[in-house]
Nanobody, 117 residues
């Protein structure tokens, strides 16, 4: 059973920063991408940032220039550095990983990020 352990969420004032981390364990497969999605109340889950094993990144337009995704492939860990946070960034952030051979995706339990104005 794949496990994704997220950490780093919390409450921060607008303009502040947070760093999320996620470690993938019990994976018997190679990973070709890791990243983060978020879901705000009443909204659909959306991509925040994704990084492939080759180092290619993809960001939501709303976070470009403020968030940075990075990974340590050897440690099966993905990070999300979030700067200049805005109240509209408030959401549950979910770690995501994708298997290389099957492209099946796996999700973490989610970590709450709350940005106060």
């Amino acid at each position: 059973q794949v496990q994704l352990a997220e950490s780093g969420g919390g409450l921060v004032q607008a303009g502040g920063s947070l760093r999320l981390s996620c470690v993938a364990s019990r994976t018997a497969f190679s990973i070709n991408a890791m990243g983060w999605y978020r879901q705000a109340p009443g909204k659909q889950r959306e991509l925040v940032a994704l990084i492939t094993s080759a180092g290619n990144t993809n960001y939501a337009d709303s976070v470009k220039g403020r968030f940075t995704v990075s990974s340590d492939n050897a440690k099966r860990t993905v990070y999300l550095q979030m700067n200049s946070l805005k109240p509209e960034d408030t959401a549950v952030y979910y770690c995501y990983t994708r298997a290389e051979r099957t492209w099946i995706g796996y999700w973490g339990q989610g970590t709450q990020v709350t940005v106060s104005s």
